[in-house]
């Protein structure tokens, strides 16, 4: 028998085995160094909202000038003692021995309380925590203090700005393991179902993990040199991308390996075949992902700006993996790692169908589905088209004005129960009052504005050590005197107002806004800062990104789609198709979240978060799609060349799309409502893009066009679709995507 000529090729030792070998031992040095860092992420990660809001926000300018009145960066806690029925005098006896214990306890500057409400069946002290950087440490600490001194049979609750964050921060925990344990088990299963195999899972796993860890090791050392905030919104996300990213790349590799080895005996020729097939789609695929995430960098939102190079050192670490380490385990595997399915060396008159319809040589679904696209073209892109925009009207409910800080932890939550309890019993916003900063000149005049807007409790001086100027008040026998001065600061002062409502709630943005308008008519340099006017800063900012960075991602990836198709229809169509598919996962997302979940409404950043993924996302499997088409077109013509684009791309492409919504639904295991959100938006709309717009909605359209949805370029001209069909159908490029067909 005549042996193929690649299968006598002799491929030399250093080739065959000195660089597999090393290329994965460089990774499992990376990957020894990477994983430790894991867990020190915490050290450079910060949930302070306030640290993420742009140099110039309001809320920003006043914080800067809180701290010229104070020395450290303290945060308040508010402790909370209930009791069902009105505290008797030993009771409150009680309570006030427990300041003495309080202070100390030294977690900061001076211990304000019991301050009793006026209902008399609650108590309240006010303890500032001198940092954030161990909040959640100190909080548990505070919290067991408090309910072992409280008087019996009373509840006791930590809330306040840092009780807050110390359960944002417990929520978060479950990042470092349950996360990417959940990610990981979702992705091995999906691959022993695609491969049937369990070596070649356990391989592509591998490079998931060995990607993750250089991620790490990269976004920790910019972290560390103060080059990106991290915070745990987006170190879930890196995990989630990454693993994605790295399964889907090696999904293309190991199908044009697959298909390789079909072609050759040897596993060294078959490894290096697939790398030159697979390089050019994978690396197209992740500049434009990472090009379309860098576009965050235009974001005035801090925490968007940290996001998008995050993310796309995770993608950039995902490439090198699935290029590198891949390759390298299966040229020394070779045909074991599909055992016990290992792939068979075909005759050399079974590898390449001859082309007529498109249709030769498929089976199954894709044959089917090829089948339908060619009979009712035009019935079936309309009736993709409406689909998608019924879909999308749910987008008229999306509530994404943010939500209360209460709100976001899903989990139960003491600081959350507190921040109920102190509405029932206080003014609502005591604890985190709204902060002035007026001119010294014009104080009074804004003290005086500031307690008759409504929404306003009460409002008062601060003097040195953020004590409250109250008048006529007088202290305790033997006590310093009630100060009468306001600290000063370069000619300004401090105001404390405490708001009827929530420092959370939508109620009191509106305060915040109202008084903003109201005292720059009195003091145009009046700022209002504190933690509501942080969280309306917040939303304000991220609505302010969204209207600008979605035209810029979709020029990007308009360029970016010209470039490669050599065409200027089919990318606008392409982009329009991905945009329609976002539009639709928001509007069923909206319904979702409003009438199943009951959730409240959306964090202000889940719309842009979203489009940013569905879009980079939805145009990458395009990408594959037609680039492979247009391979054909050349060949076989435009109409010939979609079917069998579609059919050779279509079990690899739907693979990588479970896989990539079976790592995005792996957030929802994190119980912070922005994480859940854009779990179901982005696992919802990877699947409508790839069951629905890739597989009926672009071919069918791109059927339905002909030739012309190449234009201006030669492939657009009749004359050209004519001429390939005449030409001898040459041998086939192996494709990365067949080998899962």
């Not at 640290?51 to 402790?79: C, M, N, Y």
């Not at 006896?93 to 211990?111: D, H, I, P, R």
């Not at 380490?325 to 070779?334: E, K």
């Not at 329009?576 to 996962?585: D, H, I, K, N």
């Amino acid at each position: 028998m005549k042996r193929n000529r690649q299968n006598s090729t002799r491929v030399p030792f250093w080739l065959r085995w000195l660089v597999p070998v090393v290329l994965v031992v460089a990774w499992l040095a990376i990957a020894g160094i990477g994983g430790p860092t894991f867990g020190r992420l915490s050290e450079v990660s910060s949930n302070d909202q306030a640290s993420f809001l742009p140099a110039g926000a309001e809320a920003t300018e006043a914080q800067d000038w809180q701290a010229k009145f104070r020395d450290s960066k303290e945060i308040p806690a508010v402790i909370v003692i209930e009791s069902d029925t009105e505290f008797t005098r030993a009771q409150l006896g009680e309570a006030a021995a427990l300041k003495g214990k309080l202070e100390a306890l030294q977690l900061g500057s001076t211990v304000i309380g019991p301050i009793p409400s006026e209902d008399a069946k609650a108590v309240q002290f006010v303890v500032p925590i001198a940092s954030s950087d161990e909040v959640k440490t100190v909080i548990k600490e505070l919290r067991d203090e408090v309910k072992s001194s409280a008087p019996e049979g009373m509840q006791t609750f930590v809330t306040g700005p840092a009780g807050l964050t110390a359960d944002l921060v417990s929520a978060f925990a479950g990042i470092d393991g349950i996360l990417l344990l959940v990610a990981l088990a979702a992705v091995f299963l999906i691959l022993l179902v695609v491969y049937r195999s369990l070596l070649l899972p356990i391989a592509v796993l591998f490079t998931s993990v060995f990607a993750l860890c250089a991620a790490i090791l990269l976004v920790f050392g910019m972290a560390k040199l103060g080059w990106i905030q991290l915070n745990g919104q987006s170190q879930g996300i890196l995990s989630i991308l990454v693993i994605g990213a790295a399964t889907d790349y090696a999904l293309l590799y190991v199908a044009r390996f697959r298909e390789a080895l079909t072609h050759t005996a040897n596993r060294t020729a078959a490894a290096l075949t697939a790398w030159k097939a697979a390089w050019e789609p994978i690396l197209a695929s992740g500049a434009t992902v990472i090009i379309a995430l860098l576009c965050l960098l235009f974001s005035d939102l801090n925490s968007n700006k940290a996001l998008g190079p995050v993310a796309a050192a995770g993608i950039l670490c995902s490439l090198f993996a699935a290029l590198t380490l891949l390759p390298a385990m299966m040229a020394l595997l070779g045909r074991v790692a599909f055992w016990p399915f290992r792939p068979k060396l075909l005759p050399e008159t079974e590898r390449e169908p001859e082309l007529v319809t498109g249709l030769e040589g498929q089976k199954g679904i894709w044959r089917a589905t090829g089948s339908l696209v060619s009979r009712r073209p035009r019935t079936v892109w309309i009736a993709s088209v409406l689909l998608l925009l019924v879909a999308s009207a749910g987008v008229l409910q999306l509530k994404a004005n943010g939500v209360p800080q209460t709100d976001v932890i899903l989990a139960a939550s003491n600081a959350v129960d507190g921040q109920d309890a102190l509405a029932r019993h206080f003014d609502a916003g005591s604890g985190s009052p709204a902060v002035i900063v007026a001119d010294q000149a014009k104080a009074q005049e804004v003290l005086d504005r500031t307690k008759t807007s409504d929404g306003v409790g009460d409002a008062y001086l601060l003097a040195e050590g953020n004590v409250p100027i109250i008048p006529g008040a007088q202290g305790a026998p033997g006590a310093p005197a009630a100060p009468t001065a306001p600290a000063v600061r370069d000619g300004k002062v401090l105001i404390n107002a405490t708001l009827n409502y929530a420092a959370d709630s939508n109620e009191a943005e509106n305060v915040v806004l109202n008084l903003r308008q109201e005292l720059k008519r009195i003091d145009g340099g009046a700022l209002v800062g504190g933690v509501t006017a942080t969280a309306l800063d917040t939303n304000t900012t991220a609505q302010r990104d969204l209207v600008t960075i979605i035209p810029v991602v979709l020029a990007v990836i308009l360029v970016i789609l010209m470039l490669l198709l050599r065409s200027v229809l089919a990318p606008v169509l392409l982009v329009a198709s991905v945009v329609l598919s976002y539009g639709a996962a928001m509007g069923v997302s909206a319904v979702v979240f409003n009438h199943i979940l009951g959730f409240p409404g959306a964090d202000a950043t889940v719309p842009l978060f979203g489009f940013v993924f569905l879009v980079a996302l939805g145009v990458d499997y395009n990408i594959f799609l037609m680039s492979r088409v247009r391979e054909e077109s050349l060949k076989h013509g435009t109409r010939p060349g979609i079917l069998r684009g579609l059919g050779v791309t279509g079990g690899v492409i739907t693979s990588a799309g479970v896989v990539l919504a079976a790592t995005f639904a792996a957030l929802s295991v994190i119980p912070i409502m922005f994480l859940v959100q854009l779990a179901f938006i982005v696992a919802f709309g990877v699947l409508l893009d790839t069951v629905l717009v890739r597989s009926l909605l672009v071919p069918a359209l791109a059927y339905d066009i002909g030739p012309r949805i190449w234009w201006p370029s030669k492939l657009g001209r009749p004359s050209s679709d004519a001429a390939a069909r005449e030409l001898p159908a040459a041998p086939e490029p192996e494709s990365a995507e067949a080998g899962l067909r």
